[in-house]
């Protein structure tokens, strides 16, 4: 079974980059069919996705982040990593790594436990 | 702000059986296929549903969904106290190039 864990700086200062990688174990990041992803959750709300990216490089990105996000993977270590610069304590959230599939379909099947970052000074 | 939507909060008593609708448009739900998620507080989501109406291995024959059009349904039979949680729609919308979750539904068992 799949596993994914994220991993990074809990508290990232505002104006600074908030990056993440997540670990994926027991599977491999080129395995075909298949898009890693990053999803978020502010404290007390729903979900928000972020993006997603290809073992290849392609990647999708939220629109409303899509300024800021940057998505890419490492498939020597089988990791894939999130950055998101200027950040401003309403990037404070939750944040999950997990595995998309993606062909005719789209959806989440295997999720990280999820890491907290707070921004603030 | 999610382009889906369902209702903040569904209840019912134990044993009985609660529907969560999850509204979008011919972009979204209309074109592509739905997925649905549990989660209890303080844990990560869990796959429920996907493709609309299947389940992934493990999940229980309780859980169900369905679409019509832009609309997708998830029920749950024989409600107990450990379905208590948020659960949540999601989707790919072709006209924004995103994937898209519902505002979110909480489950409560009275």
């Known amino acids: 079974q799949v596993q994914l864990q994220e991993s990074g700086p809990g508290l990232v200062k505002p104006s600074q980059t908030l990056s993440l990688t997540c670990t994926v174990s027991s599977g491999s990041i080129r395995s075909g069919g298949f898009y890693w992803g990053w999803i978020r959750q502010h404290p007390g709300k729903g979900l928000e996705w972020i993006g997603h990216i290809y073992f290849s490089g392609n990647t999708y990105y939220s629109s409303s982040l899509k300024s800021r996000v940057t998505i890419s993977v490492d498939t020597s270590k089988n990791q894939f990593s999130l950055n998101l610069t200027s950040v401003t304590a309403a990037d404070t959230a939750m944040y999950y790594c997990a595995r998309v599939k993606m062909a005719t379909t789209n959806f989440f099947d295997y999720w990280g436990q999820g890491t907290l970052v707070t921004v603030s000074s | 702000q999610s382009v889906l939507t369902q209702p903040p909060s569904v209840s019912a008593a134990p044993g009985q059986k609660v529907t969560i609708s999850c509204s979008g448009a011919?972009?979204?739900?209309?074109?592509?296929?739905v997925s649905w998620y549990q989660q209890f507080p303080g844990t990560a989501p869990k796959l429920l549903i996907y493709?609309?109406?299947e389940r992934p291995s493990g999940i229980p024959d309780r859980f169900s969904g369905s679409k019509s059009g832009t609309s997708a349904t998830l029920g749950i039979t024989g409600l107990h106290t450990g379905d208590e949680a948020d659960y949540y729609c999601?989707?790919?919308?072709?006209?924004?190039?995103?994937?898209?979750f519902g505002t979110g539904t909480k489950v409560t068992v009275l």
């Open positions: 999601g989707t790919w919308d072709n006209t924004l190039s995103i994937y898209v």
């Open positions: 493709d609309d109406d």
């Open positions: 011919s972009s979204n739900i209309g074109t592509n296929y």
